[in-house]
């Protein structure tokens, strides 16, 4: 079964500290993708990074950084010195590669940065 | 980057009228289109895939007589809420992607369906 599990549902931090959400997942393919999205209020969702599974290399963007271990299927990601304008509901999604492209999402992570 | 358009980005309607909610790629052709539902505080629930010119692929438990999906377009999906009611009520997104390139997917901004 292809699964996204996003055990945090919420997250409150205070302005300049690190945060890292955490994302696990399923899926018996071999190929498969996996994404981070960004919903804030407005709700559109907007993209952050996507991941092949032979791309085990961790990446960082700015204050962004994503760890993807296929050991432990995890592709958590690492807000560093965060600001208000990171609280937004964050969601790690699935991609599997031979579904045509369906993503099958997590539940999300509310984040909350307090100034 | 690729664009997709949703229209309208709100709308209220009663109970048992239909609504339509058009998905517009606006500088790419998507041969596949896919609308998701998201309630509050939940997560986006796929409920179709569509490819153009043929009819969509519905997931398990999404009624295909109430939600009408229409990809008649490589640019345009649309949506169709039949005799919606309270229970509708949600926010539906459409995403696109290109020929060959099903993990590159762009989504649209959203319609906010209220039914009274």
């Known amino acids: 079964a292809q699964k996204v599990t996003q055990a945090q549902t919420e997250i409150s931090v205070v302005e300049k500290e690190d945060v890292t959400l955490d994302c696990v997942y399923e899926t018996r393919d071999t190929t498969y993708y996996l994404f981070w999205y960004k919903q804030p209020p407005s709700g559109e969702l907007v993209f952050l990074i996507r991941r092949n599974s032979f791309d085990e290399q961790n990446e960082i963007s700015g204050r962004y950084s994503w760890n993807f271990q296929k050991s432990t299927s995890s592709f958590n990601f690492t807000i560093t010195a965060s600001q208000v304008v990171d609280s937004a509901v964050y969601f790690c999604?699935?991609?599997?590669?031979?579904?045509?492209?369906?993503?099958?999402f997590g539940q999300g992570t509310e984040l909350s940065v307090k100034p | 980057g690729a664009v997709v358009s949703q229209h309208p980005s709100w709308v209220i309607c009663k109970s048992g009228t239909s609504v339509k909610i058009e998905c517009r790629s606006l500088?790419?052709?998507?041969?596949?289109m896919f609308w998701y539902r998201q309630f509050p505080k939940q997560s986006l629930m796929l409920m179709a895939t569509?490819?153009?010119?043929?009819?969509?692929?519905?997931e398990q438990g999404v009624e295909k007589d109430k939600f009408l999906i229409n990809h008649a377009s490589l640019t345009l999906s649309t949506l169709t809420v039949t005799s919606a009611h309270p229970e509708d009520s949600s926010f539906y997104i459409c995403s696109a992607s290109q020929q060959g390139v099903s993990y590159e997917q762009y989504f649209g901004p959203g319609t906010r369906l209220t039914v009274t």
């Open positions: 569509s490819n153009e010119g043929s009819k969509a692929t519905y």
């Open positions: 500088d790419f052709q998507a041969t596949t």
């Open positions: 999604a699935l991609g599997p590669g031979n579904q045509g492209g369906k993503l099958i």
